[in-house]
Structure formats: structure tokens, C-alpha cells
């Protein structure tokens, strides 16, 4: 016997043992050894992460793909893994030796730190593998891989040195992001824009004449930054902005610093911002570097690495300059104190012009909190601009596509502008970069210190000793091998050679530059295919008004605590039910409930069937069938099953899961079932009848357990279990095969049981548009009907009149006065409803509600037809209003519905 209520807690990690101790998830199985493959690589989570809702959307969505062709007979590979996290794990591992009041990294060494990180790792970086099981993914667990295992980093190695050698790795000095509390380069995606309240200092520069004189004559320049000031090398001016054109090619002379620099015209300087003149300093700035080159003006590093002014002994400073000692007192200081000096200073000399209170953008780091330095260091790159050639016409060529396709405009617009890649980072904790020098600064690049020392001895002829650079690579760059490093490249693995390439990718668009881009430019160059032949690209989990999940506002919804709430099935589905292509997921407690109702729906019909005796008869045909509301029913699980599958194929997961919903919700329990009672409850019913609806009922359970397992892995299973108890070697349902009821669309019964179910719910709806009381019963007349239609409703009188609360049914030539008039099918139906209901005062309140939509409407597209508040408005508030119009053009369909029945048309 079922139990009363499905209890999610109670069978999760039951199921979960018995799919790990059937190894049911395993690539490779010997029965599937001729099946085609299927391969998902994982977007490799932090090993220092836990579960949050993008891993919870993420990771659902390739799940039900995985179980989806899992159940199509492939052989299927969701390879698992985790990501090293560089900068993260060390900030985990310090922050945790802190805390324990140990020596800190510096004291200890690099080798000893390491080995705490490796240690680190083993005790509790498996956390989050252990909630994506919970979570219900089905990946080959057994082949989970580490950033950082013995065979990734051999990857790593080999594709560093071999991209030395031809040429695509390089060391260059360029500006980076650099983190001041890290000490080191991070990337753009580690980067956040917080809007600050700052200011914005006016100063002037002196202008000076050939002989270096000062004129008198001063060019106002506005700045965010006056400590960078310093290490001003040039003023850029528009070359059409007809205030500077005498003064371009002139110099003035830096205050404070006493430097000549130049006037120089570009078209970075905007005359509507500011003055119009732009201070460049190409150290600290990446539109200043960029201008710099242009314009062959110098490049001044005034800061250390921790963000302290660096003055003292700093020659490339002090060439050409004459710095006032208050200035170089300046040295040491920290950025911020550094800017107060430096506008008092500029005050005191009668430099400052203005102060304007100035609201901008100031990148932080996301770890770190600190503000971020665009700094001038010596790093490693890639220049993958041939290597984007290449990723660009793959996709031009159909080799990979995008879903939705709207990204590859934005795929296409970063590879054109595509800069070289920095890959560098001064962590310890990650791939050391494979490059040894000698003491004459001599570059040797191999995998191993053994292969570089054998490279200077030729060299030089003699043993020499070598330095390991002390950098480590971006993390990226060991995820940019992942679709193929996992599966055992370089080797010629068994599985490279059958999972590779892989059939898609799920991740989130915003690592759409980060990581797919780059694992397209690897794949192709290192491997000559590209990685993935499909990348659906999902966007953002919201609250449920729209905005952004943080902690520092509080909204961020534990995936976990909801699994602990309603079990991991509700979740899944409702995500899925929201994964609208290209649109952010509006996340609310309320829709996740509503999809535990809808598990506890399918349970309660479960247990309704096992209580009226439906139970599965293994000798069961389908087309054998001949009852009409069963070949109705099996009509329409083979409706739903060919939609599901298509919409799933199409990565059209919301459509899926609302087909999935509405066929077992609507069509199973609501209509099925209750078409079905009095077959399985009434007295003197034939035998024969009722023992075909309750085998019928049966196999439609076991049908929509396959239809929703994807998305509801665990309440599948569980009833897959139950019902199937009886049958000997049955297995598992994760292991079964996907429904295939092509044949069973049976035309006949869809017309006779569907106009019994339109006209039922034709009638519920006019009786609710009308505000019929709910326990009245109205009479029905059907109008100018055919003798088809009179056999069918005379054949289903008894049903129609209890599942619409009709008094009577009559039929008619004309329809009667004041009726509500209904369309059925091509038939009408009446109701006459002249003193049960005010006709005249309903049809005056919808006319109201009509006026109402409308107006909301037009003021909605008023607002989305303007260019300006598109341009301007948070992309949330523009998707709000989408929204919102959506909602009010549905209801002035409805309204206008009711209006057309009631005035008879």
C-alpha cells in the first residue's frame, strides 16, 4: 500500500543509493555498447563552492537532457568535475589559517602552503559534489576529474609549451586588473562595477613655449583620479574640437611633477564631457594605455604592487621631472590618503579650478572588496586573435551553434575585437607556470625543470641554474581544456575517441567570453574539432520582483533549504517551467510550492489508481484498447509525449515541462480519472470494461513517470518502483526507456471525448466569467445541433450534467434570449442565465476591465517604444514590463471572450 502523502526527505537519498549501487549513470555500459553517445561536460564548479541557484538551473537543465537521451537508449557521459579556483581556494585556506592563528603563507613557503591547499581540498572540497547529488544529477561520478589532477595538469603543461613554441605565448608588459589585498592580476569576470559618489577635481596645467617658459596661458583638465596625476605623460584633445586646435603639439608643464608633456589630438577626448581636455596617463588607465600608444607618449608606474605611491627610486619618475619635495613626500602613502595630498597641494598652488560631486562606476574586486588598479606588470598572454579566426568561421559554418541564436551576434562581437589573453596570475596556488630563467634572464619553457635544464645546458654548454617563474596560470586556461583534458587528451583515449566532441553545453551567458569562447579557440587549435556541436546559453535566477540575487540585499534563496522544504523535484521542475529562452528566471517560494502541490497531485492519482484496483498487466496492448475514454486518454499521452520530446530537442525546456504539466495535471487527474470513475466505482459495470480502464489507468501512470523523469527524477522513481513491484527484473526507471506511443493518436476518440471535455470546460468558464453562483445548476441548450452531435451528448448526458452542474439539456433551432452562446467544436451552446445572473450589469463591469487592460497597455508601450528609457532602464525593469504587458494583452483576451459570449456573438 502507497503511503498517504509523498514525503521527499524520507525517499531522496534512498533512491539516490540505489542509482549509485546500480551504477546506473556510468558511461559505457556493456548494453549500450552500440548505442550512440551522448556527451555533457559539467561547467566545472569552485572546489571552494556550495549549491547556489545558478548551479541548481545550471545543472537541472543538463541533467534532464542527460536522463532524457539516457532513456533514449544512448550512451550517455555527463562528465563531472570541479575547478580549481585559484584565487579563491588561497583566500579560503589564508583566511582558515588566520582563523587558527598559524604562521601565515609567506612565513610557511610555497611548498608547505600547497601542501596545506592539497590537504584542504581533501577534507572539504567535495561539498558541493555531494549537493549536486542531492540535486539529482545523473553524472558518471565514477570519472569526476580535478582541475588540477595528475592528468589535467599534464594538459596544461603540454598546451603551454606547445603554444610557446609556435609562437601564440609571450611575455609583454600591459596593463592589467590588478587586485592590491591579492597582489595579483584577476580577470574581467573578477572584476565588479560599484556606482560610487566621488568627484571630479578640475586642474590646470600651465601651457609652456618653446623654451619651456610658462605662457600664462593654463589647459583645465577634469579628472576621478588626481593621484594618478603623477604619472601624467600627455593631454589629449579632440582633433575637432575647435577650442584646442592651436594648442595641439604644444607642452605644459606637469604641476607638482614639473614633467613636459604633450597636447596631442584623439578621439578619445569627448568635447561634451568634462573640459574636453583628458589627462593620460597611460599607466593607470586602459583607455589611457591604448591612447599612449597611439600618440608615443611615455608610460609612468607611480604605485606598487600593494597601492602605495611609489616615487623614491623611481627612475622612469624622475626622468625629466623636477618634483617639488612635497610631492615626493607623497611616497609610501596609501592611493586614498595620496589623493587628499594631492588636491590639497593643487589647491594651495591655485590649480584647482573646481570640485563637482561625480557619480561613477569604480571596479572592485568581487573577492576582495578592494578598489581594483588598472597596473603596468610584466605577465603572460596568449595571442589568441588566430585562434578566434577560427572559433568565428566554426561557427559561420554550422559546426557549433548557439541557442538561443541571438548570442552569437555578442559571441561574434567579442572575437572581432578579441585582445590578447593574460593568463598570469601571482597566486601559489594553481598550475605554476612551466618557465625557468637563467641569471642573464634567459627563457627556457618546458614541461618539466628536466626538460629546461637539459635546454640551457645546450645552451651554454655547462649545468646552469634555473629560477621557475613563481607565477601560476589563470584559471580559465585550465578550463579552456576541459571538453577534452577530461576525456584524456592528449593521450588517444577510448574515450576521447568516442565522447569527443562533446553534443552540448549548458552554462550561463555571462562566461559566454570566459569560457565557451575560449574552449572553442583550444578545441579547435589543439584538437581540430570544435568542442561542442550546441551551447544553450541560460540566463540569471532572480527574486521573485525581478532583481538581482545578493547577499547584500538579502535576497538569495538557498537551493538547498528549499530541497530541505519540498524536495529536490519541485525545484527542478519549477525552474524548468521558467527557463524561458534568453529570459531571467523570476524565482518565487510560491511557484516552487505550487510544483509540490503538483507532485503531491500525481501521488494522490497514484494512490487513487492503487485503491480502485489498476494495476499493470504485463499483457497490456495499447491499440488493443476500445473504450473511448481510454483511447482518448492514450491519445493524448502520445500528444504530450511528441511535444515533450521535440520541445527537449529544441532546448525549449519551459514548453517541455509545461506539456509534461498540463497532460498529467489537466488531462490525467483532472479529466482521465474523473472521466474514469464511474467505470472503476459504479455498480453493474462490465467487467471486461472496467478491467481494461484500470489497466489502461496503470500503464498511463508508468507513461507519465517516464514523461517527467527528467525533470522530477526521484518521485519517478519512486512510483516506477511501487507500481512495477510485481514485475520480475523490472530495474530501474532512470535506466528505461523514453515512452514511445507513436500509432495511438486515435481521431475518433478525440472527437467524441474531446467535445465532452471543451464543452464541460467551455461551460465552467462561462458559469466563472459570469459569476454564476458555484452551486447553482443552469440549464443548457444546444443550438441547431447535428445527429452526430445529439448521439454524442445523449451518449454523455449523465457526465455532462454533473461535471458542468447543469439542471437540464435541451436542444434547439434558435438560441434562447439573453443567453451566454458558446462555440464548441463547431457546434453552439446556450445558456440561458436571464435570472440567475445580471447580464446587463456584468457585461457594464467587463467593458470596465476591457478599458482598464487597454489603458495599461497602451501606457506599457508607450514606455518600451521609447528609445530613450530602453537605453536608460535596468534591464529588469525593461523585462518587468514585457511582462507586464504580457499579463494585461492574456486578460483583455479573456475579457474580450466573455464580452463576445455574452452579446451573443
Known amino acids: 500500500m502507497m503511503d498517504k502523502t509523498f514525503e521527499p526527505a524520507s525517499v531522496e537519498a534512498r533512491i539516490s543509493a540505489a542509482w549509485a549501487d546500480a551504477d546506473a549513470f556510468r558511461a559505457g555500459r556493456p548494453e549500450r555498447a552500440g548505442a550512440p553517445p551522448y556527451c555533457i561536460v559539467i561547467p566545472p564548479p569552485n572546489v571552494t563552492g556550495s549549491l547556489h541557484m545558478g548551479h541548481a538551473l545550471n545543472n537541472t537543465l543538463q541533467d534532464v537532457l542527460c536522463r532524457f537521451e539516457r532513456m533514449r537508449g544512448k550512451d550517455v557521459l555527463w562528465q563531472p568535475g570541479t575547478d580549481h579556483a585559484g584565487i579563491a581556494t588561497q583566500m579560503v585556506v589564508e583566511r582558515r589559517m588566520m582563523e587558527r592563528q598559524e604562521p601565515g603563507r609567506r612565513e610557511i613557503g610555497r611548498a608547505a602552503f600547497v601542501e596545506k591547499v592539497w590537504a584542504w581540498k581533501a577534507e572539504s572540497g567535495g561539498a558541493i559534489v555531494n549537493q549536486l547529488k542531492r540535486l539529482g544529477a545523473s553524472c558518471d561520478w565514477s570519472r569526476e576529474r580535478f582541475t588540477m589532477d595528475e592528468g589535467l595538469s599534464r594538459a596544461v603543461l603540454k598546451t603551454f609549451v606547445d603554444l610557446h613554441r609556435q609562437g601564440l605565448i609571450y611575455r609583454d608588459k600591459r596593463l592589467v586588473n590588478w587586485d592590491p589585498k591579492f597582489q595579483t592580476a584577476i580577470s574581467d569576470l573578477e572584476v565588479q562595477q560599484i556606482e560610487t559618489k566621488g568627484h571630479l577635481w578640475h586642474f590646470d596645467y600651465p601651457i609652456v613655449d618653446a623654451s619651456g617658459a610658462e605662457t600664462g596661458e593654463v589647459i583645465t583638465v577634469a579628472t576621478t583620479r588626481p593621484e594618478t596625476m603623477l604619472g601624467d605623460t600627455g593631454i589629449a584633445v579632440h582633433p575637432e574640437d575647435a577650442r584646442y586646435t592651436a594648442l595641439v603639439g604644444k607642452q605644459v608643464r606637469l604641476p607638482l611633477v614639473g614633467r613636459l608633456i604633450p597636447i596631442v589630438a584623439d578621439t578619445y577626448s569627448d568635447p561634451e564631457k568634462g573640459t574636453g581636455a583628458v589627462k593620460i596617463t597611460p599607466a593607470h588607465d586602459f583607455n589611457d594605455f591604448d591612447v599612449g600608444r597611439r600618440c608615443n607618449l611615455g608610460v609612468i608606474n607611480i604605485l606598487d604592487p600593494e597601492g602605495r605611491m611609489l616615487l623614491d627610486g623611481n627612475a622612469a619618475f624622475l626622468a625629466d621631472a623636477s618634483p617639488e619635495p612635497e610631492a615626493l613626500a607623497l611616497h609610501g602613502l596609501d592611493r586614498a590618503q595620496a ?175 570566459f569560457w565557451v569562447a575560449r574552449m572553442m579557440m583550444m578545441g579547435l587549435h589543439l584538437t581540430d ?76 492519482a497514484a494512490r487513487f489508481a492503487e485503491l480502485n484496483g489498476c494495476q499493470l498487466d504485463p499483457a497490456y496492448d495499447p491499440r488493443a484498447i476500445t473504450g473511448a475514454i481510454n483511447r482518448w486518454a492514450l491519445t493524448e499521452a502520445a500528444r504530450a509525449v511528441g511535444e515533450v520530446t521535440a520541445a527537449l530537442e529544441a532546448y525549449r525546456f519551459n514548453d517541455a515541462a509545461g506539456t509534461a504539466y498540463r497532460f498529467v495535471w489537466n488531462i490525467f487527474c483532472d479529466w482521465y480519472l474523473e472521466l474514469a470513475k464511474p467505470v472503476l466505482q459504479g455498480e453493474g459495470v462490465d467487467p471486461a470494461v472496467r478491467a481494461e480502464t484500470q489497466a489502461t489507468v496503470a500503464f498511463l501512470i508508468d507513461q507519465v513517470a517516464k514523461l517527467l523523469h527528467p525533470f522530477m527524477p526521484f518521485l519517478t522513481e519512486e512510483l516506477w518502483a511501487i507500481k512495477g513491484a510485481a514485475i520480475p527484473e523490472r530495474g530501474l526507471l532512470a535506466l528505461a526507456a523514453w515512452p514511445d506511443l507513436a500509432g495511438l493518436a486515435d481521431a475518433d476518440a478525440e472527437a467524441e471525448v474531446g467535445f465532452v471535455v471543451d464543452l464541460v470546460t467551455q461551460v465552467r468558464s462561462a458559469r466563472s466569467e459570469t459569476s454564476v453562483p458555484a452551486a447553482a445548476q443552469i440549464p443548457l441548450v444546444m443550438v441547431g445541433a447535428s445527429p452526430e452531435v445529439r448521439t454524442r451528448v445523449e451518449a454523455w448526458r449523465d457526465t455532462l450534467l454533473r461535471l458542468a452542474r447543469l439542471s437540464e439539456i435541451t436542444f434547439s433551432d434558435t438560441p434562447p434570449k439573453n443567453s451566454v452562446q458558446l462555440l464548441v467544436r463547431g457546434s453552439v451552446a446556450a445558456l440561458p442565465l436571464e435570472g440567475i445572473v445580471d447580464l446587463a450589469g456584468e457585461v457594464a463591469r467587463l467593458k470596465k476591465e476591457q478599458g482598464k487592460a487597454q489603458g495599461e497597455i497602451k501606457k506599457v508601450d508607450a514606455k518600451l517604444g521609447n528609445a530613450d528609457f530602453v537605453a536608460r532602464a535596468p534591464e529588469d525593469i525593461i523585462e518587468e514590463n514585457r511582462e507586464r504587458r504580457e499579463a494585461e494583452a492574456a486578460r483583455l483576451v479573456k475579457i474580450e471572450e466573455a464580452l463576445a459570449r455574452l452579446s451573443g456573438d
Open 339 to 513: 589623493r587628499k595630498e594631492v588636491v590639497a597641494l593643487m589647491e594651495a598652488r591655485g590649480r584647482l579650478r573646481a570640485v563637482e560631486p561625480n557619480t561613477h562606476a569604480v571596479p572592485h574586486g568581487d573577492r576582495s572588496g578592494v578598489v581594483i588598479e588598472p597596473y603596468l606588470t610584466d605577465q603572460w598572454y596568449v595571442n589568441v586573435k588566430p585562434l578566434a579566426e577560427r572559433a568565428l568561421q566554426a561557427v559561420r559554418d554550422g559546426q557549433t551553434k548557439f541557442v538561443p541564436e541571438t548570442y552569437e551576434k555578442t559571441f561574434f562581437q567579442w572575437l572581432t575585437n578579441i585582445e590578447p589573453w593574460c593568463i598570469s596570475r601571482q597566486l601559489w596556488w594553481g598550475h605554476q607556470i612551466p618557465v625557468w630563467y637563467d641569471d642573464d634572464g634567459g627563457i627556457f619553457v618546458a614541461e618539466s625543470e628536466k626538460g629546461a635544464l637539459a635546454q640551457a645546458e645546450a645552451k651554454h654548454g655547462r649545468p646552469v641554474a634555473l629560477t621557475r617563474d613563481a607565477d601560476v596560470l589563470d584559471t580559465w586556461f585550465s578550463s579552456a581544456l576541459w571538453p577534452f583534458s577530461t576525456l584524456g587528451w592528449p593521450d588517444s583515449t577510448p574515450e576521447f575517441a568516442r565522447y569527443y566532441p562533446t553534443n552540448a553545453l549548458v552554462t550561463g551567458k555571462d562566461i559566454l567570453f
Open 529 to 604: 574539432r570544435a568542442p561542442f556541436e550546441t551551447v544553450y546559453l541560460h540566463t540569471l535566477v532572480r527574486d521573485a520582483s525581478g532583481a538581482k540575487m545578493s547577499k547584500s540585499k538579502g535576497n538569495v534563496v538557498d537551493p538547498l533549504e528549499l530541497i530541505d522544504q519540498v524536495g529536490a523535484d519541485a525545484l527542478r521542475f519549477t525552474l524548468c517551467a521558467l527557463a524561458v529562452q534568453g529570459r531571467d528566471i523570476k524565482l518565487s517560494a510560491d511557484r516552487v510550492q505550487s510544483y509540490r502541490n503538483f507532485a503531491t497531485k500525481l501521488w494522490n
